[in-house]
């Protein structure tokens, strides 16, 4: 029924948005791995804080988002995160 068509997309963007923070969630926590596996190859925490600081100027990211737009739209963790990480880093 043609009728039906319109209540089908209102549910699949209804659910892409109960979805996409958990999806989110999971590639923040791979990309975190990532970023420690950098870490331990390159061995320099330095390097790693230089690279990210000039990525961000780069990009012109939003280094710190608020927790709403990272829990709803972040797939990446943030800049400062990544730097805070990168600092507490012990080989």
């Given at each position: 029924?043609?009728?039906?068509?319109?209540?089908?997309?209102?549910?699949?963007?209804?659910?892409?948005?109960?979805?996409?923070?958990?999806?989110?969630?999971?590639?923040?926590?791979?990309?975190?791995?990532?970023?420690?596996?950098s870490l331990e190859l390159?061995?320099?925490?330095?390097?790693?804080?230089?690279?990210?600081?000039?990525?961000?100027i780069s990009n012109q990211?939003?280094?710190?988002?608020?927790?709403?737009?990272?829990?709803?739209?972040s797939t990446h963790p943030?800049?400062?995160?990544?730097?805070?990480?990168?600092?507490?880093?012990?080989?």
């Amino acid at each position: 029924d043609p009728r039906l068509v319109g209540w089908i997309i209102l549910l699949l963007i209804l659910g892409q948005w109960i979805v996409r923070p958990i999806e989110n969630q999971i590639s923040r926590i791979f990309e975190s791995q990532a970023d420690l596996r950098s870490l331990e190859l390159i061995e320099d925490p330095q390097l790693a804080i230089d690279c990210e600081k000039r990525m961000a100027i780069s990009n012109q990211s939003n280094v710190a988002p608020s927790p709403w737009n990272t829990w709803m739209f972040s797939t990446h963790p943030s800049s400062v995160q990544r730097i805070e990480r990168a600092t507490s880093w012990k080989p």
